[in-house]
């Protein structure tokens, strides 16, 4: 395992998957310390309650940013194998289930090191902020855990179709597509969308919301209970999507 771990990873040397990952968290670090700043002083908001200001608003941001980020991501790691129609190749050498995990297995570290660096991206800026509110180590366990398995979900669909495609375009603008999902849901809380299509599920596992006084223009943040039943069902989804990718790769033919 580890061998073919190594192997993977010289593999995808040279395809900067990594970067990636890291604009996205870089374009968040951007728009988070531009945020913060022009309400530092509006109604205490950043001051009074900076942690559930950024985990009621990093998911949203991961909605609108990782489905095509992971999609792009997937492209890069198994478009050395589609292009160069090298598994007859590959299957000689090692069992053809292997491509598959392992492939998996380096796109969840990129996922895991993102969700991590996320996750204390948040704690550095309300340091740097200067917030005043207790960290909310509970809501900061939910958010890092909902992030990571929803991004491990899309990233099995999108490796699945990526392995499958001859065109690397197809799963390109599935991705697309599951953006526009993630960013209408959240606008569209009437009607069901976030619980039917993964992408929605950023907003569905938000532990903060937020109520806005229009006479005063102001916006408080308030916990609410993470989706314990919704999660549960998610992950169900997600095994039964790695079960139908996963021998739907082993059926193909190569």
């Known amino acids: 395992m580890i061998r073919l771990l190594i192997t993977e990873l010289k593999k995808t040397r040279r395809r900067h998957t990594g970067l990636v990952y890291g604009a996205a968290l870089g374009l968040m670090l951007v728009w988070a310390l531009w945020a913060m700043s022009k309400m530092e002083n509006r109604n205490n908001v950043i001051t009074q309650q900076g942690y559930y200001y950024l985990l009621a608003n990093f998911p949203l941001m991961n909605s609108f940013l990782l489905p095509v980020i992971i999609a792009c991501a997937e492209s890069r790691l198994c478009d050395i194998e589609v292009k160069g129609n090298t598994f007859k190749l590959l299957c000689t050498l090692q069992p053809r289930r292997s491509i598959y995990h392992i ?6 570290l990129y996922l895991l090191l993102f969700t991590t660096a996320q996750t204390a991206l948040i704690r550095g800026l309300c340091g740097l902020f200067h917030v005043k509110q207790p960290c909310p180590a509970q809501h900061m366990l939910f958010f890092f855990l909902a992030n990571l398995t929803v991004g491990t979900v ?4 999108q490796q699945s179709l990526s392995l499958l495609s001859d065109n690397q375009l197809f799963p390109l603008f599935v991705g697309v597509g599951g953006t526009f999902v993630g960013i209408f849901s959240g606008f569209l809380p009437q009607i069901p969308i976030q619980r039917l299509l993964p992408w929605g599920y950023y907003s569905v596992f938000l532990t903060v919301g937020l109520n806005y006084e229009q006479t005063t223009r102001t916006i408080t943040y308030y916990p609410v209970p993470f989706a314990y039943r919704s ?6 989804f997600g095994i039964i999507a790695y ?4 021998d739907r790769f ?5």
């Open 103 to 108: 492939k998996l297995l380096v796109s969840f």
């Open 154 to 157: 899309l990233v099995i669909i």
């Open 231 to 236: 999660y549960i069902g998610f992950a169900v």
């Open 243 to 246: 079960l139908i990718g996963k």
């Open 250 to 254: 082993m059926k193909k033919e190569v």
